[in-house]
Every structure is written in structure tokens, then in C-alpha cells.
């Protein structure tokens, strides 16, 4: 069972940064589908970014589009989340989750984080 961790949440300002990482256990070879999700509380969990076949193929939550990056380093086992133009509706808790099949934005992952949590204050 593949474990995942995920880190780099903390505070920001509006406006400012954060990357996060979220770094596997196992090769991550055998996983065609990656992904990051957010959870606000009393909110459903929802997803922000996914990653096909080693980064051939990336999608966004059209909402999000343009001011996060979704990428991945497979020597390190990690994959990345990077944040630009922080807003105070971004504050959630964010995990990761990796998959074989491609369940794109669908929260049906197999495998997940813990969470790190993000928090942007106007």
C-alpha cells in the first residue's frame, strides 16, 4: 500500500505563493493518475488538478486554472502543487491522491494524504 505525504501548507497573504509537494512511498510508475483535491470545511471535497502518464497529460478545475500548477518529479517521487495569486477562498485543506485508473477531477481515488493545510488571509 503505496503512503502518501503531503507538505508545504501554511499561511499566506492574498496575492502571495505556496508550493506544495506530496511525496510517495513507492515508485509512483505503476499510477497513471495523480491529483490534488482541496476540502473547505463544510464543503465537499474538490479537485483541483490532475496529472496522466508521467505529466503527458494535465487538467484544472476551470476555476482554478492559471494560477495553479500541477506537476511531478518521478525520480523523487513527489508531485508538486504550485499556488500563484493566493485568495482567501483557497484556504482548505489540500491532499493528494493517486490512482491507476482516471477518475480526472472525481474524488474516487484509491490512495490519499493526510492533508496539509492552507490558509490565505486578505
Known amino acids: 500500500q503505496v503512503q502518501l505525504a503531503e507538505s508545504g501548507g501554511g499561511s499566506a497573504q492574498a496575492g502571495g505563493s505556496l508550493n506544495l509537494s506530496c511525496t510517495a512511498s513507492?515508485?509512483?510508475?505503476?499510477?497513471?493518475?495523480m491529483a490534488w483535491f482541496r476540502q473547505a470545511p463544510g464543503k465537499d471535497r474538490e479537485g483541483v488538478a490532475v496529472l496522466y502518464n508521467g505529466g503527458f497529460r494535465t487538467y484544472y478545475n476551470d476555476g482554478l486554472k492559471g494560477r495553479f500548477t500541477i506537476s511531478e518529479d518521478r525520480a523523487r517521487k513527489t508531485l508538486y502543487l504550485q499556488m500563484n495569486s493566493l485568495k482567501p477562498e483557497d484556504t482548505a485543506m489540500y491532499y493528494c491522491a493517486l490512482d491507476r485508473n482516471g477518475w480526472m477531477l472525481l474524488p474516487k481515488y484509491l490512495h490519499w494524504g493526510q492533508g496539509t493545510q492552507v490558509t490565505v488571509s486578505s
Open positions: 513507492t515508485d509512483t510508475y505503476f499510477y497513471s493518475c
